[in-house]
């Protein structure tokens, strides 16, 4: 049993609020335990200067990310002079999880940005953020007003990611801080709806790991993805862009 | 009557959630019409270098604004190398009307940061952040724990703002960004509980303003002030560091 | 009395060089007590990005503020990777109230940019700015030399700026850096020549302060700005480029 | 076959130069194909900030990255402003590889900073940043003098990194820049010479991949660094700090 | 005969003003032709850390230069993010120019910052600095009040630089800008009041110089620097801190 | 004798290799003792933005300078914030060292950047820079395929650069780090092949120096860069792109 009372295998608990806000089209607040992102996506209608001449024209997805200063305790000093290698490597994962179920080419000659600021950190940030900013994505993509363009020929397939790590010699599955601080392995798993890996980041922060591990670590985070799947689908409803869901 | 059906004096609908996040002492989820931020307020035992060596050893308060990419439309670029100009002034404000009502020896030699960050945006940001950020600052100082500390100690008085503006010759309370966008004159006036002034600004943004014209707005803004107060007292309940309220 | 010698009213002694130096169209030292500014004005027969497009095209005026090192005892340290938020925020206010007795359109097409560079600094440096740097301003505008372009359709009315404050309850005009020091209120008023508000920044810098104090520093500010507009008539000449000066 | 007469699970032809500038203890030129990387060591006998009052003391190891302009074609741009995200993620994944073998209490309160400079860009520098920095490393720990100091006992294993792709839906081992722009899937593999992972980094930059996949190449990659484990440990020659090196 | 009538082994007019302004113990605005270059010393009771420690203590000189944007048309954008490639280089030969004469073990642990604002720019202001610079670091050191300091003791020599080039196959002394601009080589000369070399830097900004011209432009230098050696004694009078002058 | 039994005017041994690496068309690795340094030159087949209209078309020649972190001990830290003063000095000294000797309208409109990356510093790293860096820039041009383009016709003399110095008295050629640091006077001789300066930079480290000490050192550098000069002569065999080497 853990600290909070979960299984091994258990998510926290977990609540999504679509329109939180309401100056960017796709607003998405995400709670996982005591973690809390807001997943904000807004579409601009150009894209980076490599992009200008392709023809046929194609869109773009980046995304951001920020820890807000009360997000920790202590406080965290605001990233003003420069982005920390944390930060990046994040917001780079993220993007590129997004990225990976978008047909640019549908998507037409426009960009969009994935804000995810974290007003509450309590483990598990970045892949919460790429399982939140997927549905701001979809609220984004919806909300384009263009005659031609069909939102529903945007997405190839649906994405959330989870971490799963040892702890103890044992395996567990969404780690909030307290167990990710002391990991011996820390993975961060980013799946589709339909099961393919689309990244898979896993580190040795103390010792290292086999092969046996590795594999009973992408299986129960396979699981955790299923879940999230499920959830992203509920919450999205009638705007959900796929026709199904694969079961695993 | 307004664009938005209020009257001339009239302040936009307020909402206040505190405890919105669990990691700062102080956390307040404020909504004023479509301007929505996020104040927390965190303590640090330690002061400034420029207070390290005072006696009696005094505190200090602290403020820093910011707004989320997400909050504007179209979308806001994220200051990560610099911070502009109108982000320093605001935030020096801030910082400085909440300062006007703490009484820093009674605080001890500890900082208060108050964050406040726009996570939506629609005019009279930087009011609603000292309005906000006085509860989010009451809630972390009565967080201390301190045998021989006495949180009602630390409070002179309250502390709150609101944008006052003339549109078509016509003196408007709590402007929103598209009233705010063609006033001729804007003002911001910050007050205590008690009906002082703590700071008072006016700009004429076209053309400029009469002795009398500065009289009109500086009245409608004192009762407005006053309703904040009131607000500010009722949500803090028990809470509220302050003998009385001053009738106006 | 004052320390050096002044009544609460008086104004410092001030002196005024134009064309102190000679590669810009406008340079004046001005000098009030112990603090001295160059200004200097130049002209770009360009705009700013977002008026490139205009019909018809209108000019801007903008303002640089920069304290050099050896205005100030201890000696102040350079700006040299960031400019700190005290120089921006005087700098937004020198901009905005140059800019409020511009006509624009009159101007045409083309920028001026006004440097405040302070030489010596014994308080009021912003204010001094203001009214110097209006001096400058003129001197560039007639010195553009273009058929069709009428200075004296440039400027709306004169503008010129004061500093007032309270010291141990007694109402002041002009503080220098020792009476700005210990001040409680500091209060910085920028006016036209006609007598009309452009700009109004009151801070309670120690407790905070009642309507009665407001209306007397007002009148105070209003006496002296009199006196500064007299100068600049008088320093001007046949530069002068409005047609009266209107009597308080 | 490959456009460089290499097998699928051919390593590129790879030479080692020890000692090749000798201001630093550590100093290793490696080169696999046209790639490039002169890795530096240097021992500091200082530790960072968070480590100084450890009980026993410990040591620490860190690592830089960084490209030359020379190295590409056409020229890159120097860093010098800021680090760009890339470089970031990249030498954080030094570091992190190169610590997971070390023992910090056997290295005493002592910074070991791994420099690897990229003389020579042609795919694959992040791992061979990692096979190189080893040698360098422990020429380094290998030069420290101080009697009670025994080098051998700081590594508890050797590191070495391959990266590992499909392209055209064939695997491929050790990609150079012409496979790895057309990868469908570039994963970068970070184990000791034991066969254990500390690292596992799998992205599918065009659309996504299977378990099985995975499996593919984690196989294809254990075999690389085997070989690369070999060329330490023949390059090291007596320096080698390791009892034995296990068979696959 | 030059363009403004000179010789072309004249100087320009020069002229100097001690005490021009007040907050620094040295403050010289000097002038020659166009070029305006306000000096100001400032003294600071501490050392560089690097000197922190040594016995017995002895003191720095160190300078900064910095062009105002209105000494120059067209405007120069002023350097607020960065230092450009020749400001730093100017401001290190004045720095170690200043420096040849110092005897830091009679100065004591103190430094003296020498800043050279150029408020008119019109060539030559490197060697003005150095000139204008040397006066205000006397005027600084004689104002040290400390018992014990023997302020003569301090120099071991006066300094001065002038800049000669050749244009048009002559060569000239003290270039303006219009001249300088056209120069095949262009060199600047830093001597000591005794004749010594402190630096000498000579380019050829086209073409190249043989051992002849370095030796004709060398000799016109050195008699400029004996010119402005007298004008430094006798601006300083009695303040001179050496003494004799030697003749040439 | 000096400490490494060199005579007062004999260079280090110096070796060059050509096409050290493969992705710059000119690519030189050249040590003198024990100072390495890998010049790497580009063509990039643009001017700069000052460079863009000029008829007939001209390029350009800039330069780069740049330490390794492990080319000094103890480590040199990276320069990735800002670019530090002595660094911006000597890749300016570079630049226009080869500018000196390249020919624009010839080389057409293209810009060569020289990389010039310290691999092992122990003195001597600017000038060893440029005499590694002229190798390199003619590799460079030669490279250019262009029909109509005239690689002979680019270069209008050779350029190489010594430093010459005095230690205790007695002058030396080719200071290493070890005489550098103690030397009274260090100059830095910048020279054609044909015997004309370029550029000319004589410090006084420690004191001053005198007419005949300028001139004995200005004939050892002399000597010392047609030694040089026949190096790059010989290095570069039939791509030698000037007719003849003059005596001495």
Not at 35 to 42: E, H, K, N, Q, V
Not at 160 to 184: M, R
Request: charged share 25%.
């Amino acid at each position: 049993m853990r600290h909070d009372q979960r299984q091994p295998d258990d998510l926290r608990p977990i609540t999504v609020e679509r329109g939180f806000t309401r100056q960017s089209p796709g607003s998405v607040l995400i709670r996982a335990g005591r973690t809390t992102i807001l997943c904000t996506a807004s579409v601009d209608e150009d894209v980076p200067p490599w992009k200008k001449y392709e023809d046929p024209p194609t869109g773009w997805v980046t995304a951001e990310y920020n820890m807000l200063p009360g997000s920790t305790s202590p406080r965290k000093r605001r990233d003003r002079n420069k982005v920390d290698g944390r930060t990046t490597e994040i917001q780079r994962l993220i993007g590129r999880s997004l990225r990976a179920v978008v047909d640019f080419e549908a998507l037409g000659a426009r960009t969009i940005t994935v804000d995810c600021d974290v007003l509450e950190a309590d483990g598990g940030t970045r892949t919460l953020s790429i399982t939140g900013g997927f549905i701001a994505l979809v609220d984004a993509v919806t909300s384009i007003e263009d005659p031609g363009f069909d939102s529903r020929r945007v997405f190839t397939d649906s994405v959330a990611a989870i971490s799963v790590g040892i702890v103890d010699s044992q395996i567990l599955l969404d780690l909030d801080y307290s167990e990710d601080s002391i990991a011996q392995v820390d993975a961060n798993i980013v799946m589709t709806g339909s099961g393919q890996f689309v990244e898979l980041q896993g580190t040795a922060e103390r010792g290292t790991f086999s092969d046996a591990e590795l594999a009973a670590q992408l299986k129960m985070a396979r699981a955790g993805i299923h879940q999230l799947t499920l959830l992203q689908q509920e919450t999205l409803g009638d705007k959900w862009p796929l026709d199904t869901i694969r079961e695993i």
